[in-house]
């Protein structure tokens, strides 16, 4: 089966069982009252939000992990293989690879999902504390680099300088994990960070997906494009419920699956350096927060931003949600078209 149309395949199936839950798990959310608390500290304009059903998130869970399980199976069963054809592969390392893809983001998904709980159960405005948020993060993130090592999936390619096998002794295997457990950890917050707003998140992350199938493309790697097309047609189907006015909210089930799915898909390129041009956004979402709070403490109650993440600072400007939300996009298409050039014209593919 021609690639092209695989990857079309896992768009579509993603697309319609993502939309279609919208039809089911959004009025069961409101007959559970599973409903969004917003926070005293954001817009005061946000208010109007109180209790849109939050955990939306199950939606685009359900129709990726699903549209990947049906897509490769379709692509195997027509004799075809996803792995790619690198010398230095070993047998099976590529399919391993994108099962635990699935896994690391349905994982960090199941600690957005009790944070969720937690918060709409008890009417909290906070579910776990950072502290049991970062461990349960922690656990799986380790988890996923163990499978990345014992699956051999070390080395990664660095546009205009070549690869780098980080199994050559201890202290490479070193770096390899802790610089791993950082990029995870760090992508996965960061994305976190970005669902603040009707539509963002979702809408800046179909422009990663797209940017990922385009790279399956050069690479020849047909589960990178299954993967990257379930995620594009996922987003897209619950923007039809969460655009502005939003219909349900992703909740941090969704934010943190997403997060664990861009971060196994940097992993997948060989190439997690350029998760940072690929989600310009989301570094600038973490960036606006760190700043803000490390100038407010220096300063002792000064601010840069008149509200952080960056997002808000654009709301409090007089920004309308749609707008940041497609201004965002393209400075983050932008990010993705830069990441794309370095490994076009910088790779040894």
């Excluded at 896992?10 to 069982?17: C, D, L, P, Q």
Aim: with cysteine.
């Amino acid at each position: 089966m021609n690639m092209s149309v695989v990857i079309l395949i896992s768009v579509v199936i993603a697309f319609g069982i993502t939309a279609a839950l919208g039809f089911v798990i959004i009025p069961w959310l409101r007959k559970l009252k599973f409903g969004q608390t917003i926070l005293d500290i954001g817009p005061s304009w946000h208010k109007s939000k109180q209790g849109t059903p939050n955990m939306g998130g199950l939606m685009f869970i359900i129709g990726i992990v699903i549209s990947v399980i049906v897509s490769a199976g379709i692509f195997v069963a027509q004799g075809e293989s996803l792995e790619t054809d690198f010398s230095a592969m070993v047998k099976n390392r590529e399919n391993i690879l994108i099962a635990a893809s699935v896994l690391l983001a349905v994982g960090c998904g199941i600690v957005g999902f009790l944070d969720d709980f937690i918060k709409i159960r008890f009417k909290r405005n906070k579910g776990l504390s950072a502290k049991q948020k970062s461990i349960g993060q922690m656990l799986i993130t380790i988890a996923y680099v163990a499978v990345l090592w014992i699956s051999h999936n070390t080395v990664w390619y660095v546009p205009f300088i070549g690869t780098v096998n980080f199994e050559q002794n201890f202290l490479t295997a070193v770096i390899f994990w802790i610089i791993s457990i950082v990029i995870i950890y760090g992508c996965t917050n960061s994305v976190n960070l970005t669902d603040g707003i009707d539509g963002l998140c979702s809408s800046v992350t179909a422009t990663v997906a797209i940017c990922f199938i385009a790279i399956a493309f050069f690479q020849q790697f047909a589960g990178l494009g299954i993967l990257s097309g379930a995620l594009l047609g996922g987003v897209c189907g619950f923007l039809c419920w969460n655009w502005n006015p939003a219909k349900t909210f992703m909740g941090d089930t969704g934010s943190l699956f997403l997060g664990g799915f861009v971060a196994a898909l940097g992993y997948c390129i060989k190439c997690p350096v350029l998760l940072l041009p690929i989600g310009i956004i989301y570094v600038c979402e973490t960036m606006s927060d760190i700043i803000q709070i490390g100038y407010f403490k220096l300063t002792h109650g000064k601010r840069i931003f008149k509200m952080a993440p960056i997002h808000h600072h654009f709301e409090m400007c007089g920004w309308k949600e749609k707008k940041i939300c497609v201004v965002f996009s393209i400075v983050n298409a932008i990010g993705c078209a830069i990441a794309y050039a370095l490994i076009y014209f910088g790779s040894e593919f």
